[in-house]
């Protein structure tokens, strides 16, 4: 009963992105999806890769997001699925939609929404958000 071939799960260290990856391994393993490919994206806003010591916290971002890239990827394994690993550094929101249209046969993304208050919500969007109002494929958000 496979009705999604391939599914983009962005994911970061949130309690709402371990969950998303437990539904999406979930619908994986009843094959409702074929394939799943686990996105993390790791901040660099704050290192200038020009100074030394700033390559430094470069490596350990990124081995910081391969470690929790691993972990999901044990979730998912666990449901007897596999999975892809992807990881990029910069803005969440535009490598998401970047990853969309540079490989253009994803046919959904599951993510988790993270708990912002009206606040935050109001001044720094969510990444949720703006992926889900950018996009033509569906968006499962996961609470």
Same mark, same amino acid.
């Not at 666990?78 to 046969?105: F, M, T």
């Given at each position: 009963?496979?009705?999604?071939?391939?599914?983009? $799960?962005? #994911?970061?260290?949130?309690?709402?992105?371990?969950? /998303?990856?437990?539904?999406?391994?979930?619908?994986?393993? /009843?094959?409702?999806?074929?394939?799943? #490919?686990?996105?993390?994206?790791?901040?660099?806003?704050? #290192?200038?890769?020009?100074?030394?010591?700033?390559?430094?916290? !470069?490596?350990?971002?990124?081995?910081?997001?391969?470690?929790?890239?691993?972990?999901?990827?044990?979730?998912?394994?666990?449901?007897?699925?596999?999975?892809? !690993?992807?990881?990029?550094?910069?803005?969440? /929101?535009?490598?998401?939609?970047?990853? $969309?249209?540079?490989?253009?046969?994803?046919? $959904?993304?599951?993510?988790?929404?993270?708990?912002?208050?009206?606040?935050?919500?109001?001044? $720094?969007?969510?990444?949720?958000?703006? #992926?889900?109002?950018?996009?033509?494929?569906?968006?499962?958000?996961?609470?």
């Amino acid at each position: 009963m496979k009705v999604f071939n391939k599914a983009l $799960l962005p #994911v970061d260290g949130s309690e709402q992105a371990e969950r /998303a990856v437990k539904k999406a391994a979930e619908l994986a393993a /009843a094959g409702v999806i074929e394939n799943l #490919v686990l996105f993390n994206v790791y901040g660099t806003s704050d #290192v200038d890769i020009t100074k030394l010591h700033n390559q430094d916290k !470069l490596d350990m971002l990124r081995s910081e997001s391969q470690e929790l890239l691993k972990r999901y990827e044990a979730i998912i394994q666990a449901a007897g699925v596999s999975c892809k !690993l992807k990881r990029a550094g910069g803005d969440p /929101a535009a490598l998401i939609l970047d990853l $969309l249209e540079s490989e253009d046969d994803y046919d $959904l993304i599951i993510m988790g929404s993270r708990k912002l208050n009206r606040f935050q919500e109001l001044v $720094l969007g969510s990444v949720s958000d703006k #992926v889900t109002r950018l996009v033509s494929i569906p968006v499962l958000i996961v609470k």
